[in-house]
């Protein structure tokens, strides 16, 4: 049996189950919270596609609340905060922890409460939106009292993890997956501070007016390139090469790839209003910088496709880089996406369209959840101390997550440009905009059938993952594996390294 | 130096140019935005550009209902294949067929309000410069009770929960909707708009972001 760690000693993977013993409340208590908020999303995600087609759908007067200009942002609210972002924070927790080489000492009860007040402020969030508190700020939609509560649990989980890590001796270095991930935990505190201080209470002093809704589109997209993007991606540098047993093909590459990132993503995000209010400047900046954002995601996806080079049969057995692997493939898709939004020549039809959510899901959803199932996949068995039930319910998910997000995406980009060619058309210049309602709706229906293969597969996650939380799990040594003919190639638990 | 804290600066600079030059500068310049003032003799009004600001309370209830998920506040230039200024309707000309394009939009159209609503999707028409198309406000009125009764292709959510259904007392409300029959109430009851209707009402029918640029379009039009 192939291991990636010839030294790999008994001490050492006692070692192992001490971090991951010191992490497991918190991030345990993170993954089943937020596996609850995908379910939540999910099902509003479907209840808002369907409602885009057939506006009659739970159109009663006791569920007036329901309507779909408070049920998409709700629904993009508790997909982002309640289970993208916690889930992330899980997974950040357990990669810095195995990364510094040393058992959390002390911190795992106050990132749990922390965790319990991430949950109530976004609880509290999903409910002000639909109250009436909404601030239709995209992705900012809580009501302003909530963002200090998630911000201070923010800032308690990831203080004390960098805290952790940069106090061990093993930090020194260019590690790739720390720094992605350290990345992340810097930058999000600082977007978010920013944008709602800006937003929420100077704006109120001092009118920002359209420079607002520029502040606002900046926020979208850094958050997905420098806090989705860096934890996605360093989730990707730390599976694939521990799965593949090989080590990551070019470090010089990687490095590369991460400065690339880290300073071209703070300009990109005015792309959204182009042709708009905002100085010309601003939205060309940013649509450069996203046709520029091509070179690190072509640098990733080569990187990761030479270390998974000949090994490419581990994807069929291994649930986690079968994930993985879809995850990292999604961040090409995504920053080609991206740079077709950031152009006049092909987002002048795709600008303020479906296809802009369909770039939103790529990102939260193909890349980033599917990378994130993945971690989950192999962090919680080494928590739980039990393996996965059933390996139809693994395969169940990953086909049905896959062709759902795939349904979504390919539904809603050339949804997208069917509804901004009608809405451009010049023989449509006397009737506004039934031709782009009439166009769409056939890729709406396919947006609401995709939503319907996600909501199936994410529930069977659900279910799977409360077994394993409660200790349910199968009790065995070897991992739960997706063809148990290359079980004898490769077990990927036993080849686990700090 | 050790090499986590080149780290740390690295991510600090790299982030914080962008966010400097992006955000922070642009924000405290947008304050430094004034009014210009139109000139008698060049442009043949008086006043200044933008004249009436946007009404607020309004815009507090367009923002609660969620209305910027589907309603765009900008109007587009015309190149690159974009046709938002030929739009009929969509500017202050209000004529069957427009003689001019509407205009672009500017950063000082937007001035006063404390975030412009410019939009996340662009699923219903722009509204950038609604004041001007959608004068009649009981119309106005039964377009949000019943999105269906003015077109049945549309996909707008009704916004039910801001009107009122009511006894009708003597001769009735004024304010009463004049809905079609199938979304009429019951023998006896009418339906009449709620405060906060009124204030999304009135704040509709502020925008009007087509006023002309001191010392251009008015020059250009006279011409």
Known sequence: METTDTTDTDGESLRRVEIDRSVKGPVLFLFANSAMWLLASTVMGLFASVKLFAPNFLDYDCLWFLNYARLQPAHMNALIYGWAMQVGLGVAIWLLARRSGRPLSSGAGMMVTAGVFWNIGVTLGIIGIFGGGSTSLQWLEFPAFVWPVLVMAFLIIAIRMVQHYMSSSASNGFTLTSHYVLAALFCFPWIYITVNLLLNHYALQAPLGAFGAGINAWYVNTLILLFFAPLGLGACYYFIPKITGQPVYSYQLAQLGFWCLIGLAGWTGMQKYMGGPLPAWMPAIGGMVSLLLLVPAGVVALNHHLTTYGKHALIESSPTLRFVFVGSFSFLVMSALGALLGTFWTGASMQFTYAEYGFHLIAIYGFFSMTMFGAVYYIVPRLAGCEWLSARLIRNHFWFSVYGIAALVVCMVIGGMAQGQSVNNPENWNQSMVGSVKNASGYLIGRALAWAFILFSNFWFFIHLVFMVLGLGRRSVSPTLLHHAHADHHAPSSTATV | ?223
């Open chain 2, 1 to 223: 130096m050790t090499s986590s804290k080149k780290f740390i600066y690295g991510l600090g600079i790299c982030f914080g140019l962008p966010w400097l030059i992006m955000i922070i500068i642009p924000a405290l310049k947008a304050q430094k935005l004034m009014p210009l003032p139109y000139d008698k003799d060049r442009d043949g009004v008086e006043g200044i550009y933008p004249g009436a600001g946007i009404y607020r309370q309004g815009q507090l209830v367009y923002a609660r209902e969620g209305c910027s998920q589907c309603h765009t506040q900008m109007i587009r230039p015309s190149f690159a294949g974009m046709m938002d200024a030929t739009k009929k309707g969509w500017s202050s000309d209000q004529s069957e067929i427009p003689s001019e394009p509407a205009r672009s939009s500017n950063m000082r159209d937007y001035l006063g309000e404390p975030i412009a609503f410019l939009g996340v999707q662009r699923t219903g028409p722009d509204l950038a410069n609604a004041g001007y198309r959608l004068k009649d406000k009981a119309a106005m009125h039964v377009h949000l009770y019943a999105p269906r009764a003015v077109s049945e292709w549309s996909i707008m959510p009704g916004f039910r929960h801001l009107y009122v259904t009511q006894v009708i007392q003597g001769n009735g409300s004024p304010d009463a909707l004049d809905l079609p029959k199938e979304y009429a109430p019951k023998k006896g009851f009418e339906i009449v708009p709620s405060l906060e209707a009124n204030e999304l009402v009135n704040y509709i029918s502020s925008l009007k972001k087509d006023a002309p640029l001191p010392g251009q379009v008015v020059a250009e039009a006279k011409k």
